[in-house]
């Protein structure tokens, strides 16, 4: 179970109070950003109801990993590599959303091709399209790409 972002916050106080006692400076500097970066983890924890788009679940990611790299303990290490996966879980169900997005996309493509109606054949044909650019508009999202496949810089 993760710590919660009251321990995570006791955590980085004490670390920040170890810091006065430190032999040296590197080590006084080494504590502080330890404890600066407990203390973001725990202000994430307490927006975890929020829902978080793509590129704040990369940010996430991204500062989890360099959380993991410089940490001191275990217990810290542990809770990190959990908060880590849930973020990758998260972007594995959105990758898995994309793939689904397409399929339907064909589904609909074939189905469309299937059907004699022109009207019906091109709203089948416009819904196929727009699942493809929520496809196309995630995976950008998840790539970090500015603008997805087709689509102009502005």
Known sequence: ?????????????????????APTDEMKQSLAAYAFRLAQVAEQLERA????????????IDRYQRLLAGALDERTRRTVEALLGQENTARDNERRQIEAWRTRAEELRAAAD?????????SLRRAAQNLD??????????????????????
């Open 114 to 122: 299937n059907l004699p109606a022109p009207s019906v054949h091109e």
């Open 1 to 21: 179970m993760l710590p919660s972002p009251a321990e995570l916050r006791e955590l980085a106080e004490r670390i920040r109070a170890a810091v006065s006692h």
């Open 49 to 60: 109801d929020i829902t978080i788009d793509t590129l704040v679940r990369r940010a996430n």
């Open 133 to 154: 650019s929520m496809a196309d508009h995630t995976e950008a999202l998840l790539t970090g790409d500015p603008t997805a496949p087709g689509e102009q810089a502005g």
